[in-house]
């Protein structure tokens, strides 16, 4: 357990980092037909002028398209999606364009970047309290003044703020979230990092606001802690007890970091997910530090691991069919479209379709929007509420590790980096994992996240290898 941020020699964090924000570009094509979608060794080409790409553009201009208000250098802009209001849907979706809207993350190496995301627990010196909303607020909007950030509104609700590629924004519970930008190299990664700590801490330290980096609330229950005024996490909220008795506590109550990594063709991207999803208990051990409960050891070595066990297995998980011979992008759509909703967003408010199936949606039968079809940015919402250990996008997003301290948030990415990004090593990744059932992968992750002693751990690790 290490405290962040706080005014301490013990904690450095360098104050002449220059910002780096590397653009993502360059998209490597978007499919024609379902038959192309299934090609495995190239990515995927496309015409500019065929009717799928005309659908595609609906997502792909999202960075530009965004209408904010200008005060001054800075502007507000509105909750993500911010272009649902100028999507006409023309024609209806179709598989087809869902299975391209996934292969259109194909790009060729020389265009591959890291992206990391962390969270962290705010909380006040004096009392060890949680940060309420109103502190957030007031952190949000001097870190915007202080170091030009956009703010992100919902209603009149300060929810997250954006600059460039980068963005911060609110878990539900209150935790205090990075996205970087997709950069080159670990050490614009690195950097990254440590300007958004030196910033954070800047105006935290005024405030009498501290940060944890962690992976569980180590002092808290759940009643402790505030709910953030989002609409999607009241949906969320209501929801997540129906489905599995860990689902709050995964929402209020834990820290994640995680890093995004690009793939050349939808070969590149099965290699890379089932090499991910083999050692993603690896990475969950080697970064383990959630192992408090509410004052008290609890057990476990990541107790954040635990509780994605009962939180909801139809959206969670190691996804034994990524293994499967037929596996490509056709069938991971084939298992999203299957992950009950939870939202859809319109007109600048979240509409509860919780439990709904988004096959209906594709066919104008959604009971909460009946005869309406969804748009590209409905299905990117939709794949954003899935949460396996490795999750596809237009990218692939390692989510194994707990929260920790900033040093941890510089290490994850290199050791995916390392593993992935080199040939060599994914190769021998793939080598040494291929006879690894789908009990064994499922064995190793239960066993990481628990408190054993050392004989025990090399019997689980022997017990696979």
């Known amino acids: 357990m290490t405290l962040i941020l706080r005014a301490s020699p013990s904690c450095r964090v360098l104050t002449d980092v220059t910002r780096c924000t590397i653009r993502r570009s360059g998209v490597c094509g978007l499919a024609k037909n379902a038959e192309a979608s299934r090609m495995k060794e190239t990515c995927v080409s496309f015409s500019s002028s065929s009717r799928y790409s005309a659908k595609i553009s609906q997502v792909l201009h999202l960075d530009n398209a965004g209408i904010g208000i200008r005060r001054g250098r800075r502007s507000i802009v509105a909750a993500s999606p911010p272009t649902e209001d100028a999507v006409v849907v023309t024609e209806p979706l179709t598989k087809e364009d869902l299975v391209g809207y996934l292969a259109s993350g194909c790009k060729p190496k020389e265009k591959w970047r890291i ?70 190299t670990l050490h614009q990664t690195c950097a990254e990092v440590n300007s958004h700590l030196y910033q954070v801490k800047a105006v935290a330290e005024e405030m009498g606001i501290g940060f944890l980096g962690i992976g569980f609330q180590p002092k808290w229950g759940l009643k402790d802690i505030p709910v953030m005024p989002k609409g999607r996490y009241e949906i969320m909220r209501n929801y997540m007890p129906k489905v599995g008795s860990l689902g709050l506590d995964m929402m209020f109550r834990t820290c994640t970091v995680q890093v995004n990594l690009d793939f050349s063709s939808e ?63 056709e069938q991971y759509v084939d298992y999203a479209l299957d992950v009950p909703m939870y939202f859809v967003y319109r007109k600048k408010k979240y509409i509860d379709c919780a439990g709904m199936s988004f096959r209906d949606f594709l066919a104008g039968k959604l009971p909460c929007l009946p005869g309406e079809l969804p748009t590209l940015n409905d299905w990117e919402n939709h794949l954003t509420t899935i949460f396996p250990e490795v999750r596809l996008k237009r990218y692939l997003e390692m989510r194994g590790a707990d929260g920790g301290p900033w040093r941890r948030l510089c290490a994850l990415p290199a ?16 080598d040494m994992t291929a006879d690894w059932t789908t009990g064994e992968r499922q064995m190793l992750r239960n066993k990481v996240k628990e408190r054993v002693n050392s004989s025990g751990w090399k019997k689980a690790i022997q017990n696979v290898v």
């Open 267 to 329: 070969a590149d991207m099965i290699r890379k997910f089932r090499a991910g999803l083999a050692l993603q208990p690896i990475a969950t051990a080697l970064f383990a530090n959630s192992p408090f409960t509410e004052g008290k050891p609890n057990g476990y070595l990541s107790m954040r691991s635990h509780i994605w066990t009962d939180t909801d297995n139809n959206r969670a998980g190691m996804l034994p069919f990524v293994f499967d011979d037929s596996f490509g992008f």
């Open 415 to 430: 050791f995916w980096v390392g593993l992935l990004y080199d040939e060599d090593s994914l190769q021998n990744v793939l």
């Open 115 to 184: 992206g990391t995301e962390h969270e962290k627990f705010g909380f006040e010196f004096g009392t060890l309290h949680p940060m309420k909303y109103e502190q957030i607020a007031e952190l949000l909007n001097s870190i915007a003044e202080r170091f030009d950030w956009e703010k992100v509104m919902e209603g009149d609700y300060i929810i997250g703020l954006k600059q460039g590629k980068q963005s911060i924004s609110l878990e539900p519970g209150g935790q205090f979230e990075l996205s970087g930008a997709p950069l080159e």
